[in-house]
């Protein structure tokens, strides 16, 4: 048995030792932690987003609903000639 394998089973000793309930909790914990770091990176954006000035209004053309794009043209038929 070498050092590596030595120290290998006593890590899963210790991991064992520590029960289901430590490493459940430890989970709960970085799922908590994800949780929290991902509600305050969507609150810095909002807050970030307020500050941006609405763009100016130009005072020439009144502004209109945007159009719809036209249909695009269907593809072209592909021909497959077959030898004789």
Do not use: I
Not at 58 to 68: A, I, Q, V
């Amino acid at each position: 048995m070498t050092l590596r394998d030595l120290t290998g089973c006593v890590l899963m000793g210790l991991a064992a030792a520590l029960g289901s309930k430590f490493w459940h909790d430890l989970a709960y914990g970085l799922v908590d932690l994800r949780q929290k770091a991902r509600a305050a990176t969507n609150q810095a954006v909002a807050a970030t987003a307020s500050l941006v000035p609405p763009a100016p209004s130009g005072g020439g053309e009144p502004d209109r609903p945007l159009s719809r794009p036209s249909v695009a043209a269907p593809a072209p038929a592909v021909v497959v000639v077959q030898p004789p």
